[in-house]
C-alpha cells in the first residue's frame, strides 16, 4: 500500500504560506508599521530632512508654509482612494485610510512623547528611512499601504510585476530633488540618501511572490 506522507507535508507547507492573516495581526501590523513611519519621520522633521511621496510632498507644505504635517498629509492622500477602490478594491483602501490617518495623528504626537537632546543628521537620514521602510514593509505585507506615490507602485507591481520598491525609488528622487528650491543642498543630499535607504528595504524584501501570506 502506497504512503501519501511525503506527498503530504508539501501541500500542507504551500497552504501555511496562503494562510489569511487574521484580523488582529492586520490591526497589530497597521499600528506597528505606521508607529515605525511616525519615528522615522519625528527623525526627519527633527533634522530639516524630507523624503519623497505625500509624506514629502507634507514636508515641503511644513517647511515652506509651516503648516501642520499631519493635517496636509491626511489631505494629501484623498485623492488617491478613488484610484485604490478602483484597482485594489475597498478592503485594501479602508486599511490603507486607516494607515493614513494613524501616521497623521502619531506623527503629530511622536514630537511631543520623544525628544532629542542631539541628533546626528547622518544617523537621521539613514536610520529614519531605514525606520520607514520597515513600517512600509509591514504595512504592505498586510495589504495596506500610506496612499499616494505608495498606492501607485503597489498597483504597477501587481498589474505589471514592476517592483513596487524600484518604482518608489524612481518618483522620490523626483520629489527630493525639487526640494532643492525649499531645503539647503547639504540637506537635499542627506535627504536623498535617507530614500535609498528607504527603497533599498523595500527593494530587497517586498518582491512579487517572496511573501504570501494574504489579508
Known amino acids: 500500500m502506497q504512503d501519501n506522507k511525503p506527498d503530504a507535508a508539501p501541500a500542507e ?3 501555511a ?18 508607529a515605525m513611519v511616525a519615528l522615522g519621520i519625528a527623525f526627519y522633521s527633527h533634522a530639516g530632512l524630507l523624503t519623497g511621496g505625500t509624506v514629502g510632498l507634507a514636508f515641503l507644505f511644513k517647511y ?9 498629509f491626511f489631505a494629501l492622500n484623498l485623492p488617491f482612494y478613488l484610484l485604490a ?7 485594501f483602501t479602508l486599511r490603507t485610510f486607516c494607515a493614513v490617518a494613524l501616521v497623521s495623528l502619531l506623527a503629530e504626537l511622536t514630537p511631543h512623547w520623544i525628544g532629542f537632546a542631539e541628533l546626528n543628521i547622518y544617523y537621521a537620514a539613514l536610520f529614519g528611512g531605514f525606520a520607514m521602510g ?15 506615490v505608495n498606492i501607485l507602485a503597489l498597483y504597477l507591481q501587481e498589474r505589471f510585476g514592476l517592483r513596487a520598491g524600484a518604482v518608489q525609488m524612481g518618483i522620490d528622487a523626483s ?6 528650491f525649499v531645503v539647503p543642498l547639504d540637506k537635499v543630499l542627506l535627504s536623498v540618501l535617507g530614500a535609498v535607504a528607504l527603497n533599498l528595504v523595500l527593494a530587497i524584501n517586498h518582491r512579487a ?4 501570506g494574504v489579508s
Do not use: C, Q
Open 13 to 15: 507547507i504551500i497552504a
Open 17 to 34: 504560506l496562503f494562510m489569511r492573516h487574521p484580523l488582529w495581526e492586520d490591526a497589530l501590523a497597521l499600528l506597528l508599521g505606521t
Open 85 to 91: 477602490i478602483w484597482r485594489m478594491g475597498w478592503a
Open 209 to 212: 511572490g517572496r511573501y504570501m
Open 64 to 72: 515652506l508654509a509651516d503648516w501642520p504635517f499631519g493635517l496636509v
Open 175 to 180: 520629489i527630493v530633488l525639487a526640494a532643492l
Open 134 to 148: 520597515v513600517g512600509l514593509l509591514m504595512l504592505f505585507r498586510h495589504r495596506a499601504s500610506l496612499g499616494g
